[in-house]
């Protein structure tokens, strides 16, 4: 389902550079010029105030909220490391005005505990996904976007907290998670005819940023998890995993390698180039929803798309935005 979202993009920036009001006013103009649906700060009369900590998880609350929700995202660029991100003042003011919050946990977006601690509000209403999910804290995993059981939980949870702020509007929310239900049905389908169509399919990864993914189209992910987590933390691996990984691509021992494509380094740029003079194809995915392009399904979809690609005839998708 594709939707005429409208985001407010607060920041999307790293550790490196902060937003002052003038810098976020000029990126705020020139994404209209390039088309990626900016608008108004400002809600409009009678819109419930909402915040995404992260751009996929907006996207699903402008989905089921739809024209009763103004939505900011936080963490909005596909092409910076979101684990870098630092929360500037806007960002801060935004979360503090909100009425609803959808954020990640497991330790993704700490950020948002800390805006939230500092600005209490009895009336806000938060989601968070990995509480929704019932995982602990120790979930080594963070990326919960992927698992395909994710956004329909969230959007449950949507109805519930919408229509406890609009009761009025509660049919309408519930017809839009009904819609959007059904929207993720084309993913769910794909993930299970890569799964009879290519069982066990052996990849290699950078971090785990897709593994909920590839975990449901019954791939075999070679890459030691110790390996994936460690360039997830930003912490130098065991030289024996290194090996190991670049021996998966020289012994050919993988049909596709998918790499994190916002967060490359020297380690990861190594890999990227050995799977390339292997002949290994090279998917690479991403843990900021790519915009405009995409909403979220149709995100997952060209995820999946690009791994079938990949396997089916050794085509590379580097990039999913053209």
């Known amino acids: 389902m594709r939707i005429g979202l409208t985001f407010v993009i607060v920041a999307a920036v790293s550790s490196a550079c902060r937003l002052s009001a003038a810098s976020l006013a000029?990126?705020?103009?020139?994404?209209?010029?390039?088309?990626?649906?900016?608008?108004?700060?400002?809600?409009?009369?009678?819109?419930?105030?909402?915040?995404?900590?992260?751009?996929?998880?907006?996207?699903v609350i402008s989905q089921i909220g739809g024209r009763y929700v103004s939505v900011t995202a936080i963490e909005s660029n596909p092409n910076t490391d979101p684990h870098t991100f630092e929360a500037s003042p806007?960002?801060?003011?935004?979360?503090?005005?909100?009425?609803?919050?959808?954020?990640?946990?497991?330790?993704?977006?700490?950020f948002m505990n800390k805006i939230e601690s500092a600005s209490p509000s009895s009336a806000r209403r938060t989601i968070d996904v990995q509480k929704l999910l019932g995982l602990p804290d120790s979930t080594p995993n963070p990326h919960l976007w992927y698992k395909p059981e994710t956004m329909p939980a969230v959007a449950r949870a949507l109805v519930a907290d919408l229509s406890a702020l609009q009761p009025s509007h509660a049919a309408y929310f519930a017809a839009n998670e009904q819609r959007f239900d059904a929207s993720l049905q084309p993913w769910y389908r794909a993930l299970k005819a890569f799964a009879a169509r290519y069982p066990r399919t052996p990849v290699a990864v950078t971090e785990p940023v897709g593994d909920y993914m590839l975990q449901a189209?019954?791939?075999?992910?070679?890459?030691?998890?110790?390996?994936?987590?460690?360039?997830?933390?930003?912490?130098?691996p065991a030289p024996q995993?290194?090996?190991?990984?670049?021996?998966?691509?020289?012994?050919?021992?993988?049909?596709?390698?998918?790499?994190?494509?916002?967060?490359?380094d020297s380690l990861t740029s190594s890999f990227l180039a050995a799977a390339k003079r292997d002949g290994i194809p090279v998917v690479g995915v991403y843990e900021t929803m790519p915009t405009p392009a995409y909403d979220y399904q149709s995100w997952m979809i060209a995820e999946i798309d690009a791994l079938e690609r990949a396997v089916a005839n050794r085509t590379s998708t580097v990039s999913l935005l053209k």
């Open 26 to 59: 000029s990126i705020v103009a020139a994404a209209c010029v390039s088309g990626c649906g900016v608008s108004t700060v400002h809600a409009g009369k009678g819109q419930i105030v909402a915040v995404g900590a992260e751009n996929e998880y907006a996207n």
């Open 241 to 264: 995993d290194v090996t190991l990984e670049n021996n998966l691509f020289a012994d050919h021992r993988v049909k596709v390698f998918l790499y994190n494509r916002q967060v490359t």
């Open 217 to 236: 189209a019954d791939t075999t992910i070679m890459t030691p998890f110790g390996l994936q987590a460690d360039i997830m933390n930003g912490v130098d």
């Open 90 to 110: 806007s960002v801060a003011q935004a979360v503090g005005a909100a009425q609803l919050v959808v954020q990640n946990g497991v330790g993704y977006d700490t």
